[in-house]
Nanobody, 128 residues
Framework: QVQLQESGPGLVKPSQTLSLTCTVSGGSITTRVYAWNWIRQPPGKGLEWMGVIAFDASTYYSPSLKSRNSISRDTRKNQFSLQLSSVTPEDTAVYYC????????????????????WGQGTQVTVSS
């Protein structure tokens, strides 16, 4: 049973960088061909796929966020992380990390696919 747990600050000031970490247990983030994703849901809106780091450490981002978005990993800790720069109140959302069985499906669908495991989500508010 794979478990994912998001961690990070719940409040970020405008123009700062939002940093979140997802700790994975019960499975390795280097397992072929799994994909490790960040997804968010702003209040009153649907889910938005932000980007993915694949089993081989390659990264792919939503075109709408690409310039502000960065995903990295620490294989020793079995964690992957999100950094979103220059945040505004519009970045206020519940942020989720999620696992997908196949990196290539995530890429073809630009994240619009079924995920087999999710973290519980963490609320991030951007406010001064």
């Amino acid at each position: 049973q794979v478990q994912l747990q998001e961690s990070g600050p719940g409040l970020v000031k405008p123009s700062q960088t939002l940093s979140l970490t997802c700790t994975v247990s019960g499975g390795s983030i280097t397992t072929r061909v799994y994909a490790w994703n960040w997804i968010r849901q702003p209040p009153g809106k649907g889910l938005e796929w932000m980007g993915v780091i694949a089993f081989d450490a390659s990264t792919y981002y939503s075109p709408s966020l690409k310039s502000r978005n960065s995903i990295s990993r620490d294989t020793r800790k079995n964690q992957f992380s999100l950094q979103l720069s220059s945040v505004t109140p519009e970045d206020t959302a519940v942020y989720y990390c999620a696992k997908h069985l196949n990196t290539y499906i995530v890429l073809v669908t630009t994240g619009d696919s079924e995920y087999d495991y999710w973290g519980q989500g963490t609320q991030v508010t951007v406010s001064s």
